[in-house]
């Protein structure tokens, strides 16, 4: 620890002599983070970027924007984000050249974070995270999802490409689940970015690099620990996956996420990270533990103020599991179209409604469907 700090104001000491050398600089580059933080919660903006050689950017309801000033250089990017470091995580970013963090700044709120290389200078990409956890309705999230949280056992899937609000809508699930159930909630997580309050439920949060090296170790420890509820940041690689397969078939409910962009694609993907000799155990299993796949994006509203989530939800009915026991997973989709009564839908009916109601309108709907004829049909009906 005293090595890691003396070293850390060693560079910025050695940073801060450099910038006195140089003219005075302007805006951003002179800027506090503080003051740059409190600048994108008064943007209401959701990220800042910070790259050696722009201004600062932040993003606004999915638009980048500059910051007025000077491009950053690589000294101005290091000491802004240096000192949010803790010693593992500066050694995790000196061995990985990239981590993942998450840090309070007082009143201005919580962030996540992550820090890395690119061109052989420092950058960096900050989330804004709300103050208060979201609830599902101010997430403008279905019924559908509202019942997930009385789940005792099974595997609930959030996909999505970053930045499509899985991580709030994990969040606002657990919430739900603590307001309802007196149980006991563990999550996994890299970083932890929402910080539950026991209510109903007793909630542990554990963070990778910080309490556990990996999110295997801790997963293997957690089943050992009488979880009801347990929620994996992300499901990476087949070790964790296997086993999270195998704790929700043994009684628990799983949470995760996954980088997909269809419900369809996330049963791909999960068959996908293990040898084709194991891939048709891996079907039985995923057949039997499986409960829900909610494939979710945000779309810009029309007055571009907001943005709404259009999801794609398919629900483990018994056809369901069938196909996917049976390795038709080409059929899924069939079974999204005509699931609605089982709270099923595709993105394209999403998108229909979202349009049809007015808070969208049809060319963004066009331009975030995966089908663009099967939209047009809905919105010719």
């Known amino acids: 620890m005293a090595d890691y700090q003396r070293e850390l104001n060693q560079i910025v000491a050695e940073l801060n002599r450099a910038s006195s050398r140089e003219p005075a600089v302007k805006s951003t580059t002179a800027a506090a983070l503080s003051e740059l933080l409190e600048l994108a919660v008064q943007q209401d903006a959701s990220d800042i970027l910070l790259v050696s050689g722009a201004p600062a950017a932040l993003r606004r309801r999915g638009k980048?924007?500059?910051?007025?000033?000077?491009?950053?250089?690589?000294?101005?990017?290091?000491?802004?984000?240096?000192?949010?470091?803790?010693?593992?995580?500066?050694?995790?970013?000196?061995?990985?050249?990239s981590v993942d963090l998450a840090f309070d700044s007082g009143a201005t709120g919580r962030f996540r974070a992550n820090v890395h290389y690119q061109r052989g200078t420092l950058a960096c990409s900050i989330r804004l995270l709300p103050r208060t956890i979201p609830t599902l309705e101010e997430l403008h999230l279905p019924e559908t999802l509202d019942r997930l949280a009385n789940l005792r056992q099974g595997l609930v899937l959030i996909t999505g490409p970053t930045g499509s609000g899985k991580t709030s809508t994990l969040a606002a699930l657990v919430d739900r689940i603590n307001d309802r159930r007196e149980c006991h909630i563990v999550t996994i997580e890299e970083p932890v970015e929402y910080v539950h309050a026991n209510r109903s439920a007793i909630i542990e949060q554990i963070e990778v690099g910080r309490d556990t090296p990996a999110f295997l170790n801790s997963l293997r420890s957690i089943l050992r620990q009488s979880p009801d509820v347990i929620l994996i940041g992300e499901m990476r690689d087949p070790e964790t996956i296997a086993t999270a397969l195998t704790a929700a078939e043994t009684g628990h409910l799983v949470l995760s996420t996954l980088h997909t962009n269809d419900t369809a694609q996330a049963v791909s993907r999960i068959l996908d990270v293990f040898p084709t000799s194991h891939q048709s155990q891996i079907r039985l299993q995923l057949s039997l533990a499986l409960s829900a796949v909610i494939a979710q994006q945000l779309v810009p509203t029309v007055d571009g103020k907001s943005r709404y989530p259009a999801l794609e939800i398919m629900m483990a009915t018994d056809a369901v599991r069938n196909l996917i026991r049976q390795g038709q997973d080409q059929q899924l989709r069939s079974q999204l179209t005509i699931g609605r009564a089982a709270g099923m839908n595709t993105m394209e009916q999403s998108l229909a409604e979202l349009t049809r109601s007015g808070k969208i309108s049809k060319e963004v709907a066009l331009s975030h469907c995966y089908r663009a004829d099967d939209l047009r049909g809905l919105l010719a009906v």
């Open 64 to 97: 980048m924007s500059v910051v007025p000033g000077p491009p950053l250089t690589d000294a101005d990017i290091q000491r802004l984000v240096l000192p949010l470091l803790t010693p593992g995580e500066y050694g995790t970013l000196q061995k990985e050249k």
